[in-house]
């Protein structure tokens, strides 16, 4: 079998994504450690640009092949480990946990990465308090959306069944983010609920950026 890695940091939200996958598949796979910190950054050095152009976290290879964007990741290991399944049979359930999952990689989290923070700090200089209310505003903005989302489907201890998907890999990795930036969960019950369901179950705790051989909180 060919040796599963992934190129890694505690602390991104994408990367714990695709951690859950791994871990929800049973998958045993290598951690490759880039801190975004040290050393200015070791996902700009030159060797792993080599592995991935655009330089981020997390990227996955699987023997010579190599994979960037942690829905990309998470889809080629649903197709190649089917079990469990992360995306519904049905097709009109399948496209709702791809919006959610989207909703949140694409809308939410770019804004409040370690890079746009760093610009906002570095090039703009905005302050620490202002890069945080930057931050709660637009978690707020994306989770009044997906509260009322979520509100509008029966009760289920995941966001879209009483199994996990591909959505609930996403979510559960915004909310630890909102919450370490003191983000008011009391408004968002269904998104709280459903992370704190999520966060019972092993393969999300080890998962967590705390149980992390590079955590270095």
Known sequence: MQTLSLYTYFRSSAAFRVRIALNLKGLAYESKYIHLLKN????????????????LIPCFADG?????????????????????????????????????????ACDIHPLNNLRVLQYLDNKLGVDERKRIQWMQHWIAEGFSAIETQLHKLDSWDYCFSSHVSMADLVLIPQVYNAMRYACDMRSYPRIHQIYQHCMQQAEFVTASPEEQADCDI
């Open 40 to 55: 200015g950054g070791q996902e700009k050095s030159a060797e792993y640009e080599q592995l991935n152009s655009q330089k």
């Open 64 to 104: 010579d092949h190599v994979i960037s964007q942690s829905l990309a990741i998470i889809e080629y290991l649903n197709e190649k480990y089917p079990e469990p399944e992360l995306l519904p049979e049905d097709l009109h359930m399948r496209a709702q946990v791809r919006s959610l999952a989207l909703s949140i």
